[in-house]
């Protein structure tokens, strides 16, 4: 094996695929990324067995080979190099690393010992814009729960609906749900459902974060989703993750979307953030615990007074003027869970509505109210 290519080039695909591979005392092939050469291209490979990446990098091939190296050491040798053009020779399991002035030698191990990463075919295929997809795998993925008794809801939920080319991703703990619905660019007629376990889904917002924001490359791609009945893979500019999905039937969490209101408010994101943020000094260590009340005034307007207590620091009241529609209503939520979804949301105008103390409240953003939701259960006492 004999090639040459940019230290950025190769810093690039190193930084995608080492990332996968794992600490693993009992199987330390995982501990390597796969550098292979074969018909023409050069790849970089990684897994944990759970998920597998591959990454191509443009460069020059002389002589065809692969070979499996230290993934930290390879990564860390790699990023302190000049960026300059990197040549590697393979002799007998030792690639002799050169850059500029730099040269060092890495012992591999054999390709043959390194797994298998599983190739997805017979699938169906969505294609969605990059911006778009990471924007609202972000504003869900902070709802996904972490018990390990509820595989199902430890994963982030999408639903695809190729008829109406929607695609509908949703997370919960069961104390609050986060929705968000967003188109794709094109795709299969066919509808599926799919549970992708939140590891996936932080390593591909992890990979899609090397896209720079107004990047033109990135403002030009689209990310290729594809589906079988047991693996997903991603895939944008050279760059593949499969990934097992998670086996279950995700809870059908619409019926707890309530279908009306009593009380609705209109307020600032920011301006709410910060007296959550004030009151929630005085709130109970682990319960969160803020009081929501809301007393309406005249010509649409109302007032949302937050109170919280605390035997052993005191107590707290906090008066916030915003629109209202509807009747005097109260409600007690975590304040952490709330500030979640304002984070979540991109627009500063923000709804919420409420039935009654004893039913989840909702927020969305004034604008595009059907494309994201955000549910809390509020805190019965």
């Known amino acids: 094996m004999k090639i040459s290519c940019t230290q950025e080039n190769l810093n690039r695909g190193l930084q995608i695929s080492s990332h996968i591979a794992s600490k693993n005392i009992n199987l330390p092939i995982l501990n390597n990324v796969l550098l292979k050469i ?7 490979l990684a897994t944990n067995l759970e998920i597998g990446v591959k990454c191509l990098i443009r460069g020059k091939i002389e002589q065809e080979g692969s070979i499996a190296l230290p993934a930290k050491l390879f990564t860390d040798y790699v990023g302190s190099l000049p960026q300059e053009k990197v040549d590697l020779d393979l002799q007998d399991q030792v690639v002799e690393v050169k850059c500029g002035s730099f040269e060092t030698k890495l012992r591999g191990v054999l390709a043959t010992e390194f797994p298998l990463i599983p190739e997805v075919s017979d699938c169906l295929t969505y294609s969605v814009d990059v911006l778009k997809f990471r924007e609202s795998v972000n504003q869900v993925i902070f709802a996904v729960s972490g018990n390990e008794i509820r595989p199902e809801i430890g994963g982030v939920f999408m639903k695809f609906n190729g008829q109406d080319k929607k695609i509908t991703i949703a997370a919960t703990d069961s104390y609050r749900l986060a929705e968000k619905n967003l188109d ?9 459902d799919v549970i992708v376990p939140a590891k996936t889904m932080q390593e591909i917002l992890r990979i899609l974060s090397v896209f720079k924001d107004g990047d ?7 990310l290729k989703i594809c589906l079988t009945e047991n693996q997903i893979m991603f895939s944008i500019d050279g760059i593949e993750l499969v990934s097992r999905v998670v086996e279950g039937q995700y809870p059908d969490y619409k019926q707890i979307i309530p279908s009306s209101w009593k009380t609705k408010i209109s307020f600032n994101k920011n301006e709410l953030a910060r007296v959550i943020k004030t009151a ?10 803020i009081d929501f009340k809301f007393k309406p005034g005249e010509n649409g307007r109302g007032e949302l007074i937050l109170d919280s207590a605390n035997s052993q620091f005191g107590e707290n009241t906090v008066n916030l003027g915003v629109e209202l529609e509807g009747e005097e209503n109260a409600i007690v939520l975590n304040y952490k869970y709330l500030l979640d979804g304002l984070n979540a949301i991109y627009s500063d ?20 109210m059907v494309e994201y939701l955000y549910i809390i259960m509020p805190i019965k006492r």
Do not use: H, M, W
């Not at 929630?280 to 615990?289: A, E, N, R, V, W």
């Open 216 to 222: 033109s490359q990135e403002a030009s791609s689209s």
């Open 38 to 44: 074969d018909g023409g291209s050069i790849s970089l």
């Open 184 to 192: 794709f660019i094109e795709g299969s007629e066919e509808n599926r």
């Open 280 to 289: 929630s000094l005085f709130s109970k260590q682990g319960i969160y615990d």
């Open 349 to 368: 105008d923000v709804v919420l509505e409420l039935i009654s103390g004893d039913n989840p409240c909702t927020l969305r953003p004034k604008k595009d």
